[in-house]
């Protein structure tokens, strides 16, 4: 079966690694403030109402910038490390452990041409990978590590019903890739109804470059997708004249499942309803930015 070439419309969701600072015009300068989003680690000039983190002032804000400049500088060196020695970063997605071995699914599109694999799981330093395995179709990849998590990923049953408020945790891009993984809040069609193989799940959240291989997440914590694509907004419109915004792509369980048993990994599942209190730093001892070199 071929997930990806039976859609049309959609934008796959890989990082770009060009990083850029957005100015104002100087005619509105004043009416905008520094606002520092800690969970991007970036400073946005913005208004006073739509900022979503804390307004800094002019100094602090330059020495947050100072800050990020260095961090990219470093990212973006030909000697960061051994393993990419001479290499340039051309793109970042997320991906996430599948098994105590350090196996990490993410999409085909992060990896597919990268001449080396690293990967970052939140608050340690890159690391090697290996590509395993790699479906063009499926759209799935997995990758091997030296890494040991101290916990993976937990599956939904693929059969049962999907609906409601839903969290995908990536890595979206704001014109830079974020250092740690943010969460992000969506839903999913309140139909009732049991997911198809056939079928990628639809979700109304903000998903952007980045989120790619990101795990969608149920109140459990449990994952029932993984992220791929989102909607091209401009494409839509001009070929049925509907303005759909906001709208993601993911593989459902009974994709990816089947992908992971094929492929040697035995997959934790669990019908558990107990509801996870914070499942962003539940997410992160399992979840991993995924880092192409080229």
């Known amino acids: 079966m071929r997930l990806l070439n039976s859609f049309v419309g959609l934008l796959l969701l890989l990082g770009s690694a060009h990083f850029a600072t957005a100015t104002g015009s100087a005619a509105t300068s004043e009416r905008l403030v520094n606002c520092h989003e ?11 109402d739509a900022c979503k983190g804390r307004v800094v002032s002019d100094a602090e804000a330059a020495s947050i910038r100072q800050r990020r400049q260095d961090y990219v500088k470093e990212s973006l060196s030909v000697n960061v490390s051994p393993s990419v020695f001479g290499k340039r970063m051309a793109g970042v997605g997320a991906g996430f452990f599948v098994d105590d071995k350090g196996t990490i699914l993410t999409n085909a599109h992060i990896v597919k041409g990268c ?49 409601g408020e839903v969290v995908i945790i990536g890595y979206p891009s704001q014109g830079a890739p974020p250092q740690i993984p943010i969460l992000t809040k969506g839903t999913l069609p309140k139909t009732g109804s049991k997911p198809t193989a056939a079928q990628p799940l639809p ?23 993984v992220v791929f694509a989102a909607i091209d907004t401009q494409r839509v419109y001009q070929q049925t004249g509907q303005l759909a915004q906001d709208i993601g792509m993911a593989i459902p369980n009974g994709i990816s499942l089947p992908f992971l048993k094929r492929n040697g990994i035995q997959p934790t599942i669990s019908d558990s309803p107990k509801v996870s209190t914070d499942l962003l730093n539940a997410a992160k001892r399992y979840l991993a930015r995924v880092e192409c070199w080229l």
């Open 115 to 163: 001449s080396t694999l690293t990967v970052s799981p939140p608050g340690q330093k890159s690391h090697p990978a290996r590509l395993e395995e790699i479906s063009l179709s499926l759209d799935l990849a997995l990758l091997e590590t030296n890494l040991r998590p101290s916990r993976h990923a937990v599956f939904a049953p693929p059969d049962r019903p999907v609906s």
């Open 38 to 48: 800690k969970a991007r680690g970036l400073v946005t000039r913005t208004r006073p």
């Open 203 to 225: 979700l109304k959240a903000a998903v952007r470059p980045g989120n790619s291989g990101g795990p969608v997440l149920d109140a459990s914590g449990h994952v029932i997708g």
